[in-house]
């Protein structure tokens, strides 16, 4: 399975990842989260991609565009991958197009997760994600059994920067303006399903199992 998972900041992309990822033993590609890694390391990438990531903006498209380039060539990737964040602008989208066809691989779906602008305001003040772990939470939609705890290994819930009210206004625009185009781009290419991400957690994943003819 080699699908792509499209929707503005808050629309359970990496919550819809996570779990598609154990049901088809297949590696969530984030670019968000690798980018988040190399800021944590201090790397020169880090160090470069930070501001942009801070200020709510997109990294440039040839790093992300390297990254990706380079994530989807490790045998992890071979049986499938879930895309997750990229592409998030046309001309990454061309170089994913390129890639693919360089490595002989085919996109199975892109499958678009749609859900209303404050709904996403009041998802991303209220996420938390395992500082050890990764595990993602919603204080109110998806809350952990202990308050700032992970149930999965206990570590400390943290928030992350970019996600302050102001930030997440400027990443909805850039979604806007930059992503949402390739809503079409994906739909002339005849590979694009459209889910209500304003739906419970457990029926998004239903329905993205329906559209993907798994379920
Ligand atoms: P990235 O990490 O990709 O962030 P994003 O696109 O803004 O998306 P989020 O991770 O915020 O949302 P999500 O859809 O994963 O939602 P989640 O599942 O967590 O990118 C961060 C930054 O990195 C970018 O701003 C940019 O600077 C840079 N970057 C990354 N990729 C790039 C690229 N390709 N090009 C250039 N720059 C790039 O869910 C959110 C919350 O809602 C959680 O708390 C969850 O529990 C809850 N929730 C999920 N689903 C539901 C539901 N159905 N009902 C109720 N609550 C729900
Ligand atoms: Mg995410
Ligand atoms: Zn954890």
Redesign the pocket.
Known sequence: MKLILL??????????AKMLTDLFNIPQV????I??AAVKEGTPMGVK?KG??DA????P?EV?VGIVRERLQKPDCAAGFIL??????VP?ADALKDTLAELGKDLDAVIS?EVDSEALVE??T???TCRDCGR???IK??PPRVAGKCDACGGELIQ?D?DKEETIRK?LE?YQSSTEPLISYYRKAGLLGTID?????QV?KKEILAALSVA
């Open positions: 929707g503005p900041p808050g629309a359970g992309k990496g919550t819809q984030s670019t968000g989260d980018l988040r991609a942009f990531m709510g903006g997109l990294v498209d992300v997750d964040g990229f592409p998030r602008t990454q997760l998802r991303l209220g996420r938390r993602g939470y919603h939609f998806d992350r970019d990443r850039v991400g304003m739906q419970d957690i998004v």
